[in-house]
Structures are given as structure tokens and as C-alpha cells.
């Protein structure tokens, strides 16, 4: 079984049919938010909640049921007394166990989580309850080694192929529209880079889920806007992230919980990302085809990624350029002869003969083509 097909099959429950298991929608969460807002977090596109305030409770979970949700939990006793429910699809670590923990009385920051303890936990998990996955997610430290947020681990990325044995499904958070610290900060290609290394430290063989930042969490003088929110969930898409988790808390300059419904126009691009990854949920589940497809920029320094897919005769070519510039992408895909490429959600289509087009990218822009060839029009 491939990683993609695992990803959708983890979170199905053992009586799930075959018909069930086709038309499971893409995961795609919003993390520690109320049930209370789940029917307007529902009408934007989202269909999972990862972590619950003092939960799960029963009040919780029916909210969840009536908004058609599902839910990651942390596992405890008083958790396991839900696990009949099928609102409930997995089980969670602690978060972020990498970073510097909190040392009892507030008096400062102890190392991180032991690996090992988190294999530890896992176990039990799985012991308890082994019929639903459970998911890890880990911090900023998993895409960008100078975080200082991880202690005396500052550093040392050869702790995380040990903690990803303690999960079937790896997660992590960084947020550079918004971060404060100067190497990271407007650098929005941390994000993909950080599932490129999920992916080749769990071996290519556990789903890689991603936090997508929407608010300004705790910088008041930076916040991302619909751009970056697009930027940077098709980049984790295009690298291979097979879920989402929107983060939607905003701490500074006031606390907002549901941060990104306070924000009409990043709610309807969340609602507009949400919809165009359903509609290509079968593709992203595809397996990647990069030999199907040869893509050049035209500036090395705005280099652009593509995920290749090819699905009932169909071809899909996911685009995102990875530098906050302007480029020209040339695309050659020989197989096709003369083609149409119809670029979803901009109402244009460019001729390819021969199979070969170019577009425009501008300030990490997002293009994705669906591709048809000429004789099949």
C-alpha cells in the first residue's frame, strides 16, 4: 500500500466499505477550536478537528456529529470511554514534544520529550485502542534546525526519525509569514521543506500532515494574507502532504480562538483552497509522475515545483514557485503531442503543442493545470 493510499485508509474505521473508503473526502482540519463554530468551520470546507479544550465530552462530540466532524483526540481513560464513537478517527500525542518543556512552578524550560518515552506512549496508545492511528505533531524545529524553542536538542535533527517510530501519522507547525525571527520570517518555503523531510525521515512509509498558518498568532505588526495561505498549503500539497491542519488562534494584539473566521477574506480563500483540494482529492492521492513532465524557470533564484499526476487519461501538473519573485516557467510534457491546458480557477487556457506551454509566476504564485490532449477535445 502506497503512503497516500495509507493515509485515507488509516483514518477509516475497520467497517468502512469499499464505496465509503473512494468518497472519504482530504483531511483537512482546524486545530484546538471550539465545537461551537464546527457548522461555520463545515461551510468553508473543513471536516476534521485535531485536539479539543478539555476534552473530548459528550457535549463536544454531539456538536461535532451535527456539523458532519471529525475528531483527533488526545487518549486518556476518560477519552476511552468514546472510542465507540466514530467521531472520533484518531488518537494524539502531546503537542510538540520536540520543543523545551515547561518545568513544574514556572521555573523555566527542562529539555524536550524523550524520544523514546514518546515510542513509549505510542505503544500504549495502540495497545488501548488499536483500531484508530495516532498522530504526532511536532514543532518548528522539524523545518528549520536553528530553532532555539528546542533547548538543549537546538540542532540535532537526528532526534526526529526516532520520535516519527511513535506515530502513524507525522505533523508539524511553522509559520514564516508570520514568525518574528529574521531567518524565517517571509521565507514561506520552510513549510514544504519541512514535508520533504517528514517524508524521507518516516521513509516514505506514514501519511505527513501540515500546519497552515492564517492569523497573526502573536506578531502584531505581521500577519499572512490570502496569498500566503494559498502559497503555502499548495506547497505542502505539491511536496506531498496528505492532510491539513488550519491554525486559527490569534494571541496579539488581542486573543481571538477562531482568528481565522474573524478574517473575512482569508476565510473565503481558506473556503476557495478547501473546495479546489476536494475537487482534486483523487489526483493528490495519485502517485507523483515526474517523468512524465520536464519544468524549467527562467530565473534559478524563483525556482518552480510541480507535482505530476496522470488520472484517467488525464494529466495534472500541481505548480508553485518557491521564492518570493518573478518567473517564467517552461513546461514539456512529450507524450501529450498537441494539448489544452486548462488553468483551474483563473478562466484561461494556454495551447501547448507539442505538449509544451509557459506560464507567469509571481511572489510564490500557485498555478494548477489540467491538461487534455488536443485529439481528445
Not at 88 to 104: C, F, G, Y
Not at 212 to 226: A, L, V, Y
Not at 236 to 255: K, S, V
Not at 331 to 343: F, H, N, W
Request: aromatic content about 8%; proline content about 8%; some cysteine.
Amino acid at each position: 500500500m502506497t503512503r497516500r493510499a495509507l493515509a485515507l485508509a488509516l483514518l477509516l474505521l475497520p467497517s468502512a466499505t469499499t464505496a465509503s473508503r473512494a468518497e472519504e473526502p482530504f483531511p483537512i482540519a482546524v486545530w484546538l477550536q471550539s465545537p461551537d463554530n464546527a457548522g461555520r468551520y463545515r461551510e468553508i470546507g473543513i471536516n476534521t478537528y485535531v485536539a479539543l479544550y478539555r476534552g473530548p465530552t459528550e457535549e463536544q462530540l454531539d456538536k461535532l456529529d451535527e456539523a458532519g466532524m471529525k475528531a483527533i483526540v488526545g487518549q486518556s481513560e476518560r477519552s476511552l470511554r468514546f472510542k465507540d464513537r466514530p467521531t472520533i478517527t484518531a488518537w494524539m500525542h502531546d503537542d510538540e514534544p520536540d520543543n523545551a518543556q515547561s518545568l513544574p512552578d514556572g521555573e523555566g524550560y527542562g529539555p524536550p520529550v524523550p524520544p523514546a518515552s514518546i515510542v513509549e506512549d505510542y505503544r500504549a496508545m495502540k495497545q488501548a485502542d488499536p483500531t484508530r492511528p495516532v498522530l504526532l505533531n511536532l514543532g518548528q524545529g522539524v523545518a528549520w534546525d536553528g530553532w532555539v524553542g528546542r533547548g538543549v536538542r537546538t540542532n540535532h535533527p537526528e532526534d526526529y526519525p526516532e520520535y516519527l517510530e511513535g506515530c502513524d501519522i507525522a505533523s508539524f507547525d511553522i509559520y514564516p509569514a508570520c514568525h518574528d525571527r529574521e531567518a524565517v520570517a517571509g521565507n514561506l518555503w520552510y513549510v514544504p521543506r519541512g514535508v520533504d523531510r517528514l517524508v524521507s525521515w518516516t521513509r516514505d512509509e506514514k501519511p505527513v500532515w501540515c500546519c497552515i498558518e492564517t492569523t497573526r498568532i502573536s506578531n502584531p505588526d505581521h500577519t499572512p494574507d490570502p496569498l500566503d495561505v494559498r502559497a503555502e498549503a499548495w506547497m505542502a500539497l505539491i511536496h506531498g502532504a496528505d492532510g491539513l491542519i488550519y491554525f486559527c488562534h490569534q494571541f496579539e494584539p488581542r486573543f481571538i480562538e477562531a482568528g481565522l473566521l474573524a478574517e473575512p477574506a482569508i476565510a473565503r480563500e481558506v473556503a476557495s483552497i478547501n473546495r479546489r483540494i476536494q475537487e482534486l482529492a483523487p489526483v493528490l492521492r495519485s502517485p507523483d509522475r515526474p517523468d512524465l513532465a520536464r519544468v524549467e524557470s527562467s530565473d534559478e533564484g524563483v525556482p518552480v515545483d510541480s507535482a505530476v499526476r496522470r488520472l484517467d487519461g488525464v494529466t495534472y501538473v500541481l505548480s508553485v514557485a518557491m521564492r518570493d519573485g518573478e518567473t517564467t516557467a517552461t513546461y514539456r510534457i512529450p507524450d501529450l503531442g498537441d494539448a489544452l491546458v486548462e488553468v483551474l480557477g483563473e478562466d484561461r487556457t494556454i495551447e501547448a503543442p507539442g505538449g509544451s506551454w509557459q506560464d507567469r509566476f509571481e511572489g510564490y504564485g500557485v498555478h494548477l493545470y489540467r491538461i487534455t490532449p488536443a485529439s481528445g477535445r
